[in-house]
């Protein structure tokens, strides 16, 4: 039973590129929520999808924007980047919307120049 | 204003040894505590989850506290081993509305 994946593990970009990220959620769940997690600091909540809708959504300016496939994976692409955007995006993947059983992605590693 | 503050903001304890990390939390409503264990540049790993009705939750060495009183947790490792290097990253759910408010975590450091 494969867990969540992301991809692609690393990143580099230049300020004011744009670029996309990509989940798939663990086997049986239809929950995807993405967080930023900058160094040396907890992750912070950008949004979460669920039946292909942006159902929450925390304190992140619209260059942040995604989407949910019919198949729940997911992406997250951030436009205009800013070099402050330099961080390691996680997925996270639970069933139903809830957050109780929530499973972890690796995480990319985002690197603006 | 809903708030997770950790301490301490890193620990360096021997190999062998046991530690407490502790969790304290201004949520309101509160609906579950959990632990995660995060290795450098991974996702986060579940260790614990704890309604308010859970005193204690243990998984492995691993033992987690709540007192929904005073709005303290307390996560204590047990016979510490170099794996346990990591950080321990608290986080409050709140109410019905699956927000989640994470700690900036404790990095613990496991010297042979």
């Known amino acids: 039973d494969a867990g969540v994946t992301q991809s692609p593990t690393h990143l580099i970009k230049t300020r004011g590129q744009q670029v996309t990220l990509r989940c798939s959620p663990k086997?049986?769940?239809?929950?995807v929520s993405w967080y930023q997690q900058a160094l040396g600091q907890g992750p912070q909540f950008i949004f979460q999808?669920?039946?292909?809708?942006?159902?929450q959504r925390g304190n992140f300016p619209d260059r942040f924007s995604g989407h949910q496939f019919p198949n729940y994976s997911s992406e997250l692409n951030v436009n205009a980047l800013l070099l402050g955007d330099s961080a390691l995006y996680l997925c996270?993947?639970?069933?139903?919307?809830?957050?109780?059983?929530?499973?972890f992605g690796p995480g990319t590693r985002l690197t603006v120049t | 204003k809903n708030q997770v503050e950790q301490s301490p903001q890193s620990l360096i304890i021997l190999e062998g040894k046991n530690c407490t990390l502790q969790?304290?939390?201004?949520?309101?409503?509160?609906?579950?505590l959990r632990w995660y264990k995060q290795d450098t540049g991974r996702g986060p790993v579940s260790l614990t989850i704890?309604?308010?009705s859970e005193n204690t939750k243990s998984n492995g060495r691993y033992t987690a506290t709540l007192d929904a009183d005073t709005k303290q947790s307390s996560l204590h490792i047990t016979a510490s081993q170099l794996s346990d290097s990591a950080s321990y990253i608290c986080?409050?759910?709140?109410?019905?509305?699956?927000?989640?408010?994470w700690g900036a975590g404790t990095k613990l450091i496991i010297k042979p």
């Open positions: 086997s049986g769940h239809d929950t």
């Open positions: 969790c304290n939390y201004t949520v309101s409503p509160f609906s579950n």
């Open positions: 704890m309604t308010f």
């Open positions: 999808y669920y039946e292909e809708e942006e159902r």
């Open positions: 996270a993947s639970s069933f139903g919307q809830s957050d109780y059983e929530q499973y």
């Open positions: 986080v409050v759910s709140v109410g019905s509305n699956y927000q989640l408010i």
